[in-house]
């Protein structure tokens, strides 16, 4: 099972925090990204999950426009900003296929954290708007790993998508 980690594009400022949508940047940095990284996560996924909040919504459509893909968006609670990763991680524990996920930070990198057992936590993964995670879980969950065993394997940041 491969795991796709999307961080939102950029954002405008403001509140309510969760109707923030994306900034003219935030938009082209998903256009870019949709021509290449992009492309690989949907070949293996059913569906875009995102959060709730606006500004990952847009990311999901864009990524969605952006490649002409057919897949469903589906909200999925649980990947906003300060959300208990480990509830994710044990969701994702149970799940078969491959999925992506559009979602926030602190949210993202502590969940990658989790899976990857980086004892830091997310703040040692500098995990930037509009950058793409793929994890691979390599073993089933287990006892001592409740979540199976997960590798890195790519991170693309924004600015190496074009």
């Not at 909200?75 to 208990?84: K, Q, R, S, Y």
Request: net charge positive; charged share 20%.
């Amino acid at each position: 099972m491969r795991l796709y980690l999307l961080r939102h594009a950029e954002a405008v400022p403001g509140s309510p925090d969760a109707s923030r949508d994306l900034t003219a940047h935030g938009q082209r940095q998903v256009a870019v990204l949709a021509k290449g990284p992009g492309l690989v996560a949907l070949e293996e996924v059913l569906a875009i999950e995102h959060s709730p909040l606006v500004r990952a919504v847009r990311t999901a459509q864009l990524l969605r426009l952006a490649t002409d893909s057919s897949l469903p968006l589906k909200v999925l609670g649980g990947l906003e900003p300060e959300h208990n990763p480990r509830k994710t991680a044990a969701l994702l524990g149970k799940s078969r296929r491959s999925r992506l996920l559009v979602g926030h930070n602190p949210h993202l990198a502590e969940l990658a954290a989790v899976l990857l057992g980086i004892t830091e936590g997310g703040s040692a993964i500098r995990f930037r708007k509009s950058g793409l995670m793929a994890l691979e879980r390599t073993a089933k969950p287990t006892r001592l790993r409740p979540y199976g065993t997960w590798s890195l394997l790519w991170m693309i940041p924004p600015d190496l998508a074009k």
